[in-house]
């Protein structure tokens, strides 16, 4: 955490993951992720870390001082994810997803047999000192913060329906975020409907050493799209995420469609840049 977040306030690279998005990862993992450490003080200095965030799924961050690291990491990738092949003999899908913009990996990643593949997901900024928009609810409906003990539950059936995720997304799992040191409770917001169903939801999550701040999860139930409760819920989390005094807003993986991209244009990101997969067999 603090080798993202300083990287980051030393030199303003946003290739890497921001410290918000590797706290909420997954910890079932965390053997497959590898660090790479300057030992000439004291104590050792986190330079570089390969992490997955499923299995055969690979994110690289580094200090870019120490990019001449690259290919070793690569290589240690392949190598590892060539150990946990279920069947050694049969071909492996394994990926590395990377940020475009950083032409030295992209060669890199090349040279070792990998092709630019699907967009993963796009990293959008919102300047910090942007206007806010007035966007406001449709009559009837009603912006508030979450309440854990009624509200997670609902939340989410809704993330399951918008996303796609399994049975394994349930209350537990929001509760385990929001034990999390980024986690707000008035920073966690939700768009209710005349007869008090959940319509839509946002969590702004603030890093608090930093005030690095990641807007994840965004979602608006199929039964209430078109309506604009999610601008006016964005806009009300930018007036409470004010008192904060964040240093960064951004979105780690925003969706590419017609509908997610006027949506975030309109409330005031712009697109930094879009991952891709990188992938190859082993």
Same mark, same amino acid.
């Given at each position: ?29 965390? %053997? ?50 060539? %150990? ?10 394994? %990926? ?23 967009? $993963? ?122 008192? $904060?005094?964040?240093?960064?807003? $951004? ?5 590419? %469609? ?25």
């Amino acid at each position: 955490m603090d080798f993202l977040r300083d990287t980051y306030l030393e030199t303003h690279t946003i290739q890497n993951w921001l410290p918000n998005r590797f706290e909420n990862s997954h910890r079932d993992l965390v %053997s497959d992720i590898r660090i790479w450490e300057k030992v000439d003080g004291d104590p050792p200095r986190i330079v570089a870390m390969a992490n997955p965030e499923i299995p055969f799924l690979y994110f690289i961050q580094i200090h870019p001082d120490h990019a001449f690291l690259e290919e070793e990491i690569v290589r240690w990738i392949e190598d590892r994810c060539a %150990s946990l092949k279920p069947d050694p003999d049969r071909e492996q899908k394994l %990926s590395i997803v990377t940020l475009d913009g950083n032409p030295v990996r992209e060669a890199l990643l090349r040279e070792r047999g990998f092709k630019k593949g699907a967009v $993963y997901g796009i990293l959008r900024v919102r300047p910090v000192d942007a206007p806010i928009p007035d966007f406001a609810p449709p009559e009837g409906f009603d912006i508030r913060s979450v309440v854990k003990e009624t509200d997670f539950e609902e939340i989410a059936k809704a993330v399951r329906v918008i996303f796609g995720h399994g049975e394994w997304f349930t209350a537990d799992v929001l509760e385990g975020i929001a034990s999390l040191s980024f986690y707000r409770e008035d920073m966690d917001l939700v768009a209710v409907a005349p007869d008090g169903s959940i319509a839509s939801f946002c969590t702004f999550r603030v890093d608090p050493p930093s005030g690095i701040t990641e807007l994840e999860p965004m979602g608006t139930h199929p039964d209430y799209r078109g309506l604009g409760l999610a601008k006016a819920l964005l806009c009300e989390g930018f007036r409470r995420l004010r008192r $904060y005094n964040p240093t960064l807003l $951004y979105i780690g993986g925003a969706a590419d %469609s017609t509908a997610a991209n006027r949506l975030y244009e309109s409330t005031g990101f712009y697109e930094e840049n879009a991952y891709h997969y990188w992938s190859k067999t082993i």
